[in-house]
C-alpha cells in the first residue's frame, strides 16, 4: 500500500483560530514532509521530520508547528490562521529522500 | 528566489504530437531531478527522474534530456495522449538534505 492520507480533505477556519491538519502512512517512510500549494505557485516546503528531528524553513519557522508522535503519523499545526494560509496542504512521506509518495491533500479556507 | 524554473505555464498540443516541456535551475548541487504529474483531483505523483551521470533517460514516450552545463533539462512526450493532460512539475534535490526545490509547473492539454 502506496497510500498516503490526508485529514481533513477540506477545512474552513475562522481567522485567529487553530488549525490542526493531519497525515498518514503506512508504508514505514521514516521521511515525510508538509508543504503549501497556492494557485499557480510551485509547492512550497514548510517542513519535514527525518525520523523523529524536525527540519522547519527559516521563512515559515514561526507560523508552522508539527508533531510525529510515531513513525506513520504527522500533523501540521497553525496557531492563528490568516488569510494567507488559504491554500492547498500537501503531505508526502519518502523512504530514501528521493523519491516522495504525496497525499491527496487539504484544501484550506479561511474567511 | 525561485531556483528552478518551468516554462511555458501552461502548454496545448494535437493528440500524436510531441509536447515540450521545459526546465531549468541554478542550484549546482542539485544531483537529482524527479517530474512529478498531477491530474485534475489527485496527487503530484513520480513519472520519471534523472541524475547528471546521465543526459538522457527514456521511459516508454517520455524522455528527460539533461545539460549540466546550462543547468537546463527537458521533459519530451511523444505521441501525445487526451490521457496525458495533467500539471507537471519539475523539482531538484541535493543528496543528503532531503529538500526537493519544485518549479511551478506546467499545465498540459492534449486535444483528441
Known amino acids: ?111 | 528566489q525561485q531556483q528552478v524554473r518551468q516554462s511555458p505555464q501552461s502548454l496545448t498540443v494535437w493528440e500524436g504530437e510531441t509536447a515540450i516541456l521545459n526546465c531549468s535551475y541554478e542550484d549546482s548541487t542539485f544531483d537529482y531531478f524527479p517530474w512529478y504529474w498531477q491530474f485534475p483531483r489527485e496527487s503530484p505523483a513520480l513519472l520519471i527522474a534523472i541524475r547528471p551521470v546521465s543526459n538522457k533517460k527514456e521511459d516508454g514516450r517520455f524522455t528527460i534530456f539533461f545539460n549540466k552545463r546550462e543547468k537546463k533539462l527537458s521533459l519530451h512526450i511523444t505521441d501525445s495522449q487526451p490521457g496525458d493532460s495533467a500539471t507537471y512539475f519539475c523539482a531538484g534535490t541535493s543528496g543528503g538534505n532531503y529538500k526537493p526545490t519544485f518549479g511551478k509547473g506546467t499545465s498540459l492539454v492534449v486535444h483528441p
Request: charged share 20%; glycine share 4%; aromatic share 14%.
Open chain 1, 1 to 111: 500500500d502506496t497510500t498516503v492520507k490526508q485529514n481533513p480533505r477540506y477545512k474552513l477556519a475562522r481567522v485567529g483560530k487553530p488549525v490542526n491538519l493531519i497525515c498518514s502512512q503506512t508504508m514505514n517512510h521514516d521521511t515525510m514532509y508538509w508543504y503549501q500549494k497556492k494557485p499557480n505557485q510551485a509547492p512550497k516546503l514548510l517542513l519535514f521530520y527525518y525520523d523523529k528531528i524536525l527540519n522547519r524553513e527559516a521563512d515559515t519557522f514561526e507560523k508552522f508547528q508539527s508533531s510525529r508522535p510515531n513513525n506513520s503519523f504527522c500533523s501540521l499545526y497553525i496557531g492563528s490562521a490568516g488569510l494567507e494560509y488559504s491554500a492547498m496542504y500537501l503531505c508526502a512521506s519518502s523512504a530514501d529522500r528521493v523519491e516522495q509518495f504525496f497525499g491527496p491533500g487539504t484544501r484550506l479556507t479561511v474567511l
